[in-house]
């Protein structure tokens, strides 16, 4: 310790007196110099101001720093390092607008662990200890093989850009623009892949709210099979077939049991038939995917069929539907067809030679099988893992400040972007295919990926494209910007029964009003929503929501949204549930009345809010002579007890019935409300099962055992 402080004095006084810039003396012959915090001497040149005083100590921490000047000479090969787009968003790569997508601060610490390839010196260097341990063991034990070691280099993970570290670690960022259902249109048709498959996802929260309509007609995909056996099962359209599947996403929000979810699967196609229209009317619905990623219900399935399907897969959707978090688990990751390719050819044991051959300046990596006796020997060609290795390879390799001037030059000073990548085309260029690539960014701001994001698996059998989502409504931009978060439903709620009586109304976070319409009806309602749900009087209500009244409820919207504050339509509650809701009277195993014989019916729907979630409305409804209706009796005569969750679509023109029970929904605009038949959600919260009774022998009884075993030690 003391020669190195006599050292580094030294070095400090050569330097005072020669009058050299630290950073122009050889840094690998002298590490010591790293540590000495002395600037070069300032009687030479002007005292600069403080601030520009401060950054000069943290050039010099190794060869490979990245100067702070804005010189287009020496950022040029640092952008050619960063990847061309951001595995987080998909934008591409810049450094010119700080606050669009892709941006990247070179001064940040994971950006210049990045371009300078991480810690390989050290690996290099525990590498030879190793190998020289191994070799000195081989040299005493003359009959120890210990063949070829080489430990394998770590690829540094690339960086996102600013826009997504920020959102991953401070929850700040802001929205793109999102794209139209053309861009995506145009998008697909790049396809490079004569088979494609779309998943469109859906969410679970306001299900079916977030279905795009018409995407068949818009993405010329393979018609629907209808209910004919002998219909087709593909249709190539332009040399290209493209099929769908609709992936329904965070099921975990509508039970808490994975076999409940799977019971809700009739309703849900149910639903599903209603909204796609006309167009749905005949069609079979067999590719439906009802998916939780967050308990992993039915994901490793589906990543299967990713698998067995190949091609090229688009999951296409709206924003904050889910759609970058179930990428990353159905995305075939580790799944490599090089070992698979070798044990074909020879049954024996394979031991995989890497070899590492320096041609020029051009690193090639190749690997060879060789058999257990060590005569056959089967060579496969290098084109198949080019992009693999040529990816390692840059990440590995130092990068000289040396290196950056000569590139610089040879570039002429233009910041040019690879010429791998096309401007003018919509789908950006496939990065190189790795076992474990970087995932997309998962965040609850709507509008995070930025542009297409392509991960290839199966060494070119197939790509997993995550698009940008489409518009869902932008309710978020009629509330408060810090609690824009609290309208994504991020778990299963579980609410509490509210009962409407004539004269109140409940209130949806301040700003969303359900009012009943009909007199001497008593409504009971259940909010799915995870903003606050208050019952009140509506005339406290209208106050609330108009911003007029003091309240404790909290109103999260903005104070000019009180003045866009519309009717968005009256609902009825057509839907009959009432065996659903009676209980044991109408079981089988219990009473077995029939509904059609009960003096009067209970109704339902569901009220849906686009991105928030729904509210469940309940309201029981006494028959009387000459009031129901015909077609609501020839409903009733068709419902099957084997199929309860999958009852006839009520028609456009039927006739609304006065026994029906109507809410009016008053919201921004009058937009984001729409109704569904009721999915019961509340009676699989209310009767969550249990697992069943422990089988097997009962136990003992212990009561009186130690008076028991007293009294015969006493005994005896």
Known sequence: MRIMSGSLRLAGRVLRQVEAPVADLPVFLCPGILRFPS????????????RFQVSHQRHITSVTSIPTTDSPKILAPLLEKLPQQCPGCGALSQTADQVAPGFYTPTRRSIRQYLEGGSSSRRFAEDEIVKAALENAASIEPGMSVGGFSIPIKDTAPPVCDRCHNLKHHEIGASIHHPSIQSIQDTIFESPYKYNHVYHVIDAADFPMSLVPGLHKLLHLTPQRSLNRRSKTGRFYHGKKTEVSFIITRSDLLAPM??????MMPYLRSVLRDALGRSGKDVRLGNIRCVSARQAWWTKELKEEIWQRGGGGWMVGKVNVGKSRLFHDIFPKGRSEKVKLLSKKSSTPITIKWENRVEGEQQNTSWSPVTSNGTEQVEVAEDSIEAEASAGSEVGEEFSETEALATSETTGGDLKLSDTLDTSSLLPPAPPETDYPAMPLVSSLPGTTASPIRLSFGNGRGELIDLPGLSRGDLEHYVQPQLRPNLVMKTRIAPSQQVLKPGQSIILGGFIRITPTTPDVMIMAYAFTPIHSHLTATEKAIGTQMHTRESNVENISLPETAEKIASAGTFHLKWDVTRERTGPITAREAVNIKPERLPYRVLAT???????GWVELVAQVR???????????RRDRRQDESEEWDSEPMDEFEEIDPSWPAVEVFSPEGRFIASRRPMNAWLHIASKPNKGKLQGRPRKSMKGAKKAEKRRKAEA
Not at 258 to 263: A, E, H, I, R, Y
Not at 624 to 632: A, Q, S
């Open 39 to 50: 600037l070069p001497t300032l009687r030479t040149q002007e005292r600069l101001p403080h």
């Open 606 to 612: 569901d009220i849906l809010i686009e991105g928030c």
């Open 623 to 633: 028959k009387k002579p000459g009031e129901m209706t015909r077609l609501e009796g």
């Open 258 to 263: 994975k076999t409940q979810v799977d019971s």
